[in-house]
Every structure is written in C-alpha cells, then in structure tokens.
C-alpha cells in the first residue's frame, strides 16, 4: 500500500522567507509525484507534478519541487514566498502506472504574514 | 461544462437520514475519484471509477457508503443512516484517460450531519 506523510501540519512565515515543505511516500514501485494547494475557499489545483526525467520540477507561481529517489522524497519549496501563498498544501502519490489511487497526504497549513 | 461539478454544496442532515451526492466529471474524463476531506485529515480516498473497470471501492469506510457510476459520466455517493462522524467535505475528482494524469477536482459538498 502507498502512503504519504507531510511533516508539518501548520507553518507560519513572513513575506519574503524561503518555504520548504516535506514530503515523504511510501511506495515500493514506480511513482508519480504531486503537489495540490486549496487556496481558502477555493477548489484544490494542481501546483507541480513529476512523472520521470528532471528530478528538479517547477511548477506555478514559482514553486519548485525536488524528488529524491534514495530518500523517498518530494519536498516542495519557494524561495520567497507572498501572502497570497497562504493556503493549505498537499503532496499526493500514484503508485505503478495512472490507473491507481492517488494518494493524499494531510497537508500543511501556511500562513504568511505580510 | 468546463469543471467538475457537484451537487449539492451543502447539505444539512439528520442522523439516521440517507444522502445522496452527485458529480457530474469533465466531459471526456475516463477516470473518477470520490475523497472525503475532514479538518486535520486530509484527504481520505472513498472510490474511484475508471472507464468500463469494477470500481476500486477499498476505500469506503463502511457498508453504508456506496457509489455508481451511471454511463461512464455522472456518479452519485449515497451514504445510508448517516452518523455524525460523516460530517465532511466530499470531493469528486475526474481525470483525462492516460497515464498519471492530473485530477480536477470539483468545489465539493459540504455534509453536516446534526
């Protein structure tokens, strides 16, 4: 079975500071890697997505995410971030192949401060 | 139309009273995927339909839950003698056919149960 386990669950920051959220799977196989984010009383969207190539993947409004293999990890990170970035942040697994469950971890609360 | 649509955005229920939620996926969209959201749980998965396949169901809680998928669109979630730890944000979610696509979530429905 695959799981999904997101280090903090609130992080608060100042405009301007550098934003790094963990994530951690597990998942014997082959994955694809997620990052969603619900901005408050909006639908969750997609922010970056890794399939295989680059490691290093880049998504929108300047958020980046890095999947290392050895460490079972897709840590997402932003190096400035703004207060329009308060939302709550979810990492999520697909495991095998598309055709499988896609799942969420329990998502990290950030608040920035302006 | 253009999202994922659901209905109703709210429903307020007694215990013991049975609902029914609907979804209705982007037009096109093979797969689809049931999650229910709950404060400081995440996103936990319900079901997911793909194509003409026997639905994934491993992940509804219990025998009062249940979903259809009529005609590979529309699907309805009905949650029988509703107890109040139902009380949730359900999602429904549809993907493109292919490998790992990304999942377009609709705005959910909101259940309390009193």
């Known amino acids: 079975a695959q799981s999904v386990s997101q280090h903090n669950h609130h992080v608060i920051l100042s405009e301007a500071a550098s934003l790094e959220l963990g994530c951690n799977y597990s998942?014997?196989?082959?994955?694809?890697l997620f990052w969603y984010v619900q901005y408050p009383g909006q639908h969750l969207q997609l922010l970056l997505k890794?399939?295989?190539?680059?490691?290093l993947v880049k998504g929108i409004k300047g958020f980046e995410a890095e999947f290392i293999k050895s460490k079972f990890s897709f840590n997402l990170r932003k190096p400035s971030v703004q207060w329009s970035d308060t939302a709550e942040y979810f990492c999520?697994?697909?495991?095998?192949?598309?055709?499988?469950?896609?799942?969420f971890g329990k998502g990290t609360m950030l608040l920035v401060s302006p | 139309g253009a999202g994922v649509s659901q209905s109703p955005s709210n429903k307020v229920t007694e215990k013991g009273k049975d609902v029914e939620l609907r979804c209705d996926p982007i037009?096109?969209?093979?797969?689809l995927y049931w999650y229910r959201q709950s404060l400081g749980q995440g996103l936990e998965f319900l079901i997911y339909?793909?194509?003409?396949?026997?639905?994934?169901k491993s992940g509804l809680p219990s025998d009062r839950f249940s979903a259809e998928r009529t005609g590979g669109s529309v699907s309805t979630l009905t949650i029988q003698r509703t107890q109040q730890e139902d009380s949730a944000v359900y999602l429904c979610?549809?993907?493109?056919?292919?490998?790992?696509?990304?999942?377009?979530f609709g705005e959910g429905s909101r259940l309390t149960v009193l």
């Open positions: 979610a549809s993907r493109r056919s292919g490998y790992g696509g990304e999942l377009f």
């Open positions: 998942y014997g196989g082959t994955v694809n």
């Open positions: 890794y399939f295989s190539g680059d490691p």
């Open positions: 999520a697994v697909n495991g095998d192949s598309g055709y499988s469950t896609l799942t």
């Open positions: 037009s096109g969209h093979t797969a």
């Open positions: 339909f793909q194509g003409n396949s026997a639905p994934d």
